[in-house]
C-alpha cells in the first residue's frame, strides 16, 4: 500500500519567515505528486510534480521533487497570515486515477 | 460553472438512521470521488467512478454504498449511521487523462452521529 509522510505535521512562524514543507512516498507505479491547499472548506489545487528536479513556482510558492530520494519539498517565502492553513501532499501511484494523501501540515503564521 | 456542488452542508445524524450525501459537477469530467477527512488524518478515500454507471471501493468503503446514474452526479449512502462516522465529507471530480491527476473538490459536508 502506498504511504505517503508529511512533516512537520504542524508549525507556527511569524509573518515574513520561510517555511519548508516536507513530503515523502513510497510508491511502486509513481506518476505525480500533487500538493493542495486546505483552509477552512475544500483543498484547493497548488502543484502537480511529475520530473525530478523541476521547480514549480507561483508567487512565493515553490515546489521541487526529487524521484530518487522519493520526496518533495514545498516552500513558502515570506509567508503571511493568509498562509496559514492545512497543506497536503499525495501521490498518484495508483490505478484509476486515485490519489493517495498524506495527513497534512497545519501551518500556523502570525502576525 | 458552479464546479463540484455538495448537499446539505451540515448534518446530525442518530445512530441507525440513514441518509444520502449529494454530490454533482457541472465540468463533465469522467471521474468523480468520495473522501472522508478526520482531524489530522488527512483524507481516505472511500469510493469513486469512472465513468457512469461504474463503480469502486476506495480504502475505507465499510458502511457506505454509491451509485452513478448521470456523469454529473454521484451521491454517497449512509446506511445505520454509527459514530465512527462522524467526519467532514469531500467529493471530489477530474477529467483523468494524459496525466493530468489534478481532482477538484467541493465545499465538504460535516456530519455529526449521536
Known amino acids: 500500500e502506498d504511504k505517503v509522510v508529511q512533516s512537520p505535521l504542524s508549525l507556527v512562524v511569524h509573518e515574513g519567515d520561510t517555511v519548508t514543507l516536507n513530503c515523502s512516498y513510497e510508491v511502486t507505479n509513481f506518476r505525480s505528486l500533487l500538493w493542495y491547499k486546505q483552509e477552512k472548506k475544500a483543498p484547493t489545487f497548488l502543484f502537480m510534480l511529475t520530473s525530478s528536479g523541476i521547480e514549480k513556482k507561483s508567487g512565493r510558492l515553490s515546489s521541487i521533487l526529487d524521484k530518487k530520494e522519493l520526496f518533495s519539498i514545498l516552500n513558502i517565502t515570506a509567508t503571511q497570515t493568509g498562509d496559514s492553513a492545512i497543506y497536503l501532499c499525495a501521490d498518484s501511484g495508483g490505478s484509476n486515477y486515485k490519489l493517495t494523501f498524506g495527513k497534512g501540515t497545519l501551518l500556523t503564521v502570525n502576525p | 460553472n458552479a464546479g463540484v456542488t455538495q448537499t446539505p452542508k451540515f448534518r446530525i445524524l442518530k445512530i441507525g438512521q440513514s441518509m444520502t450525501l449529494q454530490c454533482t459537477q457541472d465540468?463533465?469530467?469522467?471521474?468523480m470521488y468520495w473522501y472522508r477527512q478526520d482531524p489530522g488524518m488527512g483524507l481516505k478515500l472511500i469510493y469513486y467512478?469512472?465513468?457512469?454507471?461504474?463503480?469502486d471501493k476506495g480504502e475505507v468503503p465499510n458502511g457506505y454504498n454509491v451509485s452513478r446514474s448521470t456523469t454529473e452526479d454521484f451521491p454517497l449512502r449512509l446506511e445505520l449511521a454509527a459514530p465512527s462516522q462522524t467526519s467532514v465529507y469531500f467529493c471530489?471530480?477530474?477529467?483523468?487523462?494524459?496525466?493530468?491527476?489534478?481532482?477538484?473538490f467541493g465545499p465538504g459536508t460535516r456530519l455529526t452521529v449521536l
Open positions: 465540468m463533465n469530467h469522467n471521474y
Open positions: 471530489a471530480s477530474s477529467y483523468s487523462d494524459r496525466g493530468n491527476y489534478e481532482q477538484f
Open positions: 467512478s469512472v465513468g457512469a454507471g461504474i463503480t
